[in-house]
């Protein structure tokens, strides 16, 4: 059966959701059902996943979540994988908000934080305006399909302190179930925020989670976000996440990719006002039968914009990683830095890495580069290590580790960093034997 | 630099532009079996190779042009193509250059090639493709004494049967892609070299190739093999004469190398690059790959691409061998309106093995230039270890450069490398030459070729000062 076939199939899935709303919603939704019509499910003859077969996920039939789950296990499984953060926090179960999980508290002055489902209309200025809904077929299924989301509306020169933590929770069903959270970012001239998006959840959970974040920076904005994704080894996970920068906005991105069965990630940046900059950092680690694909695409659309990329890989077993890093300079953006990197560590001689960094330049006062490794651990420092009594393992597996941290210690909030770096050293290789060090 | 001059630059006319008033013996525009079956006839082949050329065709037909390249022109009507040409006297091959046709000389004379004084001062036999068909062959003696074979494909075919049905389309497969289909349904000539178990060729083996006729693609297939032990050093060049319709060239070249043997493959290629619109110019779709079949072989390419409207060419190296090694080195300069989508592929099977790729890319005036390669490590390829880096110079802020480089590493004791920059020239390099007396173009010139200088060490002398002057030529008008 070809992909094509699964498209009704998949559309049939998400109908019910279509009426649900406004009407400016549901003819936005019905547009995008004809746009995944036309596209279907993305094929491995698309150069944009050449590497990743969605075919397997595409077969499988996805039921809508029901409503919020507030049974006492939930709760405490959300305890459970919460990141601890002092933050103001919205919980989606499943996808959908649960209200007694999440703690809004006081917001000051200039700054919304809306719950989608409860607030469409609200998110109509926002909604699609960033992220082409035809940008792929997951995008345009999200868009007709979105059940829950939030906003998070910044007016000019309002600085959030706090960091605004979304988490969201997997649990196991019985018929895995379809998520499709929607997560628009609106910060004013000046605006300031960090968004930490998690995800994760009980190890048999099988669902596929299907999210688009669209970020607007205004002039001046500097929005910081991470994403910590550590779904279950059975869950599929596919996310676009799509940013527009004005006049000297800033952006950083910390991006960990540590679970899921297959996972996708796009990052798509227009950097289309003077002085804007970006900031991609990665980090994916496969084990298992994993499949770890990261897309990120930069469009430097004004002169005198500049974006960096650091992406780190680490495969082990049988994981497959893909990194595809692109950065298109247009005709007459001049005075443009771009920078990217990616380096890959495969730990299992069954571990593949599938790596382009492309650059495609239409200027020429340009300072462009792009370099990716793939290899060993330096034999110096291995050696250095020995010398000093260390077991050839945990040689290795701290030079894994600080491989993993170059990346892990740019993120600034103490809480995740912590966790992340356990959650890293506990998912390398047992040998290196890691316990108690870190 | 005074606008003026500029201007004249900017104007110069390719040199090389001038076209031979010879008779051509040219099949009509088409593809079918009788123009297949035409080809075939004139040159005296056996069925076999029919029936090879016929299945081939077959292929083609059920095959679609590629289209992933970052290139763009009008779709090519293959039917309006005339897939043989052929200089009239063809009929009895001249022995000598006494009797070779005194126009074809002066053509060579007009391209600052006088063979007999050239041939002699640079120890270089040339198979000399004009068209076609090989006009004339020199120091065919000296090699046959070594034992090394270096005649034309159409001759191999005729006399060393044996040797083409073993190795032809046995690394580059009739139905690889699109166009080597179609090369191996209506190749009209090329070169073949056997060089046989531990002989090192006593020359330089060069062809000229030169298109001619008008409405005519030219259609080559190269064929090299080392035995074990044995060497050789291949020199292709390549002008053409000025023309305003687009003429199509897509050529197939398979190099084998068995244990130990070493194959260097250099190219200068400067086909006819349409004029300053765009007008007109060389389709070069060309399919190279050379296959380290033994031990400790090596494959090293080497190219300097100038020419051509637009370019479609990845010179490959398959590393079967154990300790095999895949060499690519290009500079690639596009200028007005020329496009070219160029690189290489690597691709490491066995244990071992190593590649290093170096590219530089020069882009000016409109054009667009991309680097696309790949190297793939197989799980097998234990060891192996690839460098790559490609660097692209962008001369005026009309122009592009781009780079997409696939890697495919299953292996975790491989060692893979990429590194890619993209700048224009530094100003205050430009400064310090001018400061220093040096006119603007001359240190332009000099940066550029201090950027290519990795690449030009390794042609060989005669062919690096030529790459370099061209290189100049090539530049011409585009700084400022």
Redesign the interface.
Known sequence: MSLAEFTDQWLSAVTPQISEGPGWLTDLRQGAVEQFAVLGLPHARL?NWKYTDVKALAKRNFSLPGTANASADVESLVNKSSLGLDAIRLVFVDGVFSESASTLGDLPAGVQVLPLAKNANAAKPVLGQVAAANFSGFTALNLAGWQDGVLIDLAANAVLEQPVYLQFVATEQENPVLVQPRILIKAGTHAQATIVEHYAGVEEAANLTNVVTEVDLADGANITHYKLQQESAKQYHIASMHIQQKRDSRFTSHNVCLGGKLARQDIQVELSGEGAEVNLNGLYLGNGRQHLDNHTLVNHNAPHTNSNEDYKGILNDRSRGVFNGRAVVH??A?KIEAHQSNA?L???????????????????????????????LDENALFALRSRGLGEEMARGLLTLAFANEVIDRIEIPAVHDRLEDAVAGRLPEKFNLKGLV | MASQEMEQLVRREYKQGFVTDIESDTAPPGLNEDVIRFISAKKEEPQWMLDWRLAAFEQWKTMAEPDWAHVDFPQVDFQAVSYYSAPKSSEDRPKSLDEVDPKLLETYEKLGIPLHERAALAGVAMDMVFDSVSVTTTFKEQLGEAGVIFCSISEAIREYPDLIKQYLGSVVPVADNFYTALNSAVFSDGSFVFVPKGVTCPMELSTYFRINAENTGQFERTLIICEDNAQVSYLEGCTAPMRDENQLHAAVVELVALENADIKYSTVQNWYPGDEEGKGGIYNFVTKRGECRGDNSKISWTQVETGSAVTWKYPSCVLKGKNSVGEFYSVAVTNNMQQADTGTKMIHIGEGSRSTIISKGISAGRSDQSYRGLVKILPGAKGARNFTQCDSLLIGDQCGAHTFPYQEIGNSTAQVEHEATTSKIGEDQLFYCRQRGISEEDAVNMIVNGFCKDVFKELPMEFAVEAEALLNVSLEGAVG
């Open positions: 150069e005709k007459d001049q890959n495969l730990l299992s001689d069954k571990a593949e890495i599938d790596t382009k960094p492309e650059l495609e330049i239409y200027a020429d006062d340009v300072k462009c580069s792009h370099g990716s490794t793939t290899g060993q």
